[in-house]
């Protein structure tokens, strides 16, 4: 299966909210800072499908008298604790207000996987030093984070957003079992996957949904998928059990990543005193596994050929399972030719798949 993003390593930043603090001045105090909250909520991710991520903090309170004042508002990530990266800065105006007035004021700021980095904290804090403001508040989060740590207490609010940055695609394994059942399973441990769509028999051009090819001689659906499930599960079989078949699906995940599930299915026999071969094309460097499942009558012996040049010669017994790993000698594209020797009437079942994971 080839994967059409680079396959880069996922991280998890985590936009630390569970502790959001306000610090009020120790006099003479302008405003009274009594909530933030940060939009959108709940799990987040960057990838090819939203490359940059758009928040909204929105600072509340009430005011205490008609003199103007303003909140502080840094966002900043923390590279892993060795120094402090500001991504916003700057100093939100509290409009004058009566006593007791409340105010609530919107701050916008977007946020890519090139601003977060690796395996960091995205936090939103004061941008000046923890000390008395005599016209305002300043607001952070609290974490260990040096950017973000005050001295004195503070009101907790708003929950913890979990940013992933997710440019690896789904994986996809496919196997057969003994009755000749194509099961595929489809997996994304990341953002979770989207969709699972066949790429029916005929289709061409846009329909071809950025894969190279179509299904063939397969009767199956699509399975049902919530967004953000890390796994689902398909069975197909073969329209005309006699003939080959092939699955070619697209799968996305929730990010915008998305691979091409293209496993390949066929039976090869044997004729005595005739060598039979079957040749297949175009073959991705993706599906590099080939199980060879023995049939009862059997093959007695299949020659892999890959590219033109002699892979390996196999020797089986009836109802014996093999499993090939053709990796060393894959390109971007392959010729792969079996060639089965064995009594009249003897085959075995092929499926070419990606590797099994593990």
Known sequence: MRAIFTKLSCCICL??????????????????????KLSPTGPQF????????????????????????????????????????????????????ASGGSFSIPKSFSLSCL??????????????????????????????????????????????????????????????????????????????????????????????????STSLNLSGSAPSITPGTPSVNAVFTRADSTKGARLIA??????????????????????TGFPRIQTLDDIPRSESRVDIINGSPGLQILGVVVNRALFQVVLLKDNEEKSLDLSRVMKESNTIVFIAGGKSGGSATILIAEPTSG
């Open 46 to 97: 960057i990838g090819p499908g939203q490359p940059t991520l758009t928040f909204t903090a929105t600072v509340s309170g009430t005011g205490a008298g008609n003199l103007p004042s303003s909140i502080n508002f840094r966002a900043c990530d923390d590279d892993l604790g060795t120094s402090n990266d500001t991504l916003v800065d700057s100093t939100l105006p509290v409009s004058s207000t």
């Open 115 to 212: 601003d977060i980095g690796g395996n960091e904290h995205v936090v939103v804090g004061d941008s000046s030093s923890h000390t008395s403001h005599s016209n305002g508040a300043q607001v952070f989060a609290r974490s260990p984070d040096a950017c973000s740590t005050p001295s004195g207490g503070g009101i907790d609010s708003s929950p913890d957003v979990q940013v992933t940055c997710d440019f690896v695609a789904p994986t996809c394994t496919a196997t057969v079992t003994p009755t000749h059942e194509l099961h595929v399973t489809v997996q994304d441990s990341a953002s979770g996957l989207r969709s699972f769509q066949i790429i029916p028999e005929g289709a061409t051009g846009g329909n071809l949904l950025g894969c190279s």
């Open 15 to 36: 936009a630390v909210l569970t502790g959001w603090a306000i610090r009020l001045p120790e006099a003479h105090a302008a405003i009274s800072v009594t909530a933030v």
């Open 250 to 271: 697209k799968v996305t995940d929730v990010a915008g990543n998305f691979a091409c599930c293209d496993p390949e299915l066929l039976d090869v026999q044997a004729k």
